[in-house]
């Protein structure tokens, strides 16, 4: 049993020195191989490789990908006109060189984009110094950051080169101050309030306008129809009595009997109108004295 057991732990220790040994590069990233703190290889193709175990031989993994690194800091900038401005930004870049990075940066990606940060934001603070605020709202945007990617490259490959490429800077946002943009907001809804009720007062002066001419029509045409309708029924009431003294010319007695009885239908229209005449001496009881009604014309 003890040579069992001597045997399995002995398999099991050369087991232990031989994962020690063995390591796998992913295709994303670099291996680097520590030997007693120097770099003693840089292994750039992904597969399995083999090393000293510990502490002779340490391996370390660094990104190779390309990288994203985004602005964090919200301090304003001057531009050439002394105006505040805030931008955001970001910058793709990627390690080329581990051993210059490593030497140079440090030993993972977080040294390389902390560095790289305020390095992108010097040179966009000397840039934006040198411009418009209109510059950086117009096409000229373009130029800004093709001047401060050159810049950035200039120090990352200058004398001590940070094994670093950068491949792109963008700008995503340019805006003013928060106390410049509430101030910029609030003449901006001012200037909007007063156009709205400057359109609202000349609204309302074209509505009473309106109101006004089409109440003149009105009016207008209300007297215009009273006044047809005068004529209208003048011109009636001319032609019937053209027609009753055409009819009661030709027979005046029996123009007044017909009147009469016009005159006593109007008279005794209800039956409690009360008249106090002398019938004897009232021209208009006369056919209720048994006058005789008019004989009709003889016809020619």
């Known amino acids: 049993m003890n040579r069992i057991g001597f045997i399995v732990s002995s398999l099991l220790v050369v087991l232990a020195l031989l994962s020690s040994t063995l390591f796998v590069v992913d295709q994303r990233q670099f291996g680097v191989v520590y030997a007693l703190g120097q770099i003693k290889e840089v292994i750039t193709e992904p597969g399995l490789n083999v090393k000293l175990p510990p502490p002779f031989q340490n391996v370390s993994y660094i990104d190779k990908r390309l990288l994203t690194l985004d602005s964090t800091d919200t301090e304003p900038m001057l531009t050439a006109e002394k105006q505040r401005v805030v931008i955001d930004w970001y910058v793709r870049w990627r390690i080329t060189d581990p051993s210059e990075y490593i030497r140079n940066v440090g030993l993972d990606e977080n040294a390389g984009a902390n560095q790289l940060n305020r390095v992108v934001r010097n040179a966009f603070q000397e840039e934006i110094n040198k411009r418009t605020v209109k510059d950086l ?37 340019a805006d003013y101050v928060e106390a410049i943009t509430e101030s910029v907001y609030r003449r901006m809804e001012a200037e909007r309030k007063r156009v709205a009720n400057e359109l609202r007062s000349t609204g309302a002066a074209e509505g009473e306008k309106i109101r006004a001419d089409a109440d003149r029509q009105r009016e207008v045409i209300i007297a215009n129809a009273y006044r047809d309708a005068q004529k209208i029924k003048g011109e009636g009431d001319a032609e019937a009595a053209r027609i009753y003294a055409d009819a009661f010319g030709r027979d005046p007695q029996f123009a007044q009997f017909y009147r009469s009885l016009d005159a006593y239908k109007a008279s005794f229209n209800k039956k409690g109108d009360v008249m106090v005449l002398d019938p004897a001496s009232s021209e208009f009881f006369k056919v209720f004295r048994g006058a005789a009604a008019p004989a009709a014309p003889a016809r020619k």
């Open 137 to 173: 709202l117009s096409l000229k945007r373009e130029a800004l950051m093709a001047d401060v990617k050159r810049e950035v490259l200039e120090v990352v490959k200058g004398a001590k080169p940070w094994g670093v490429d950068v491949v792109d800077v963008r700008i995503t946002r």
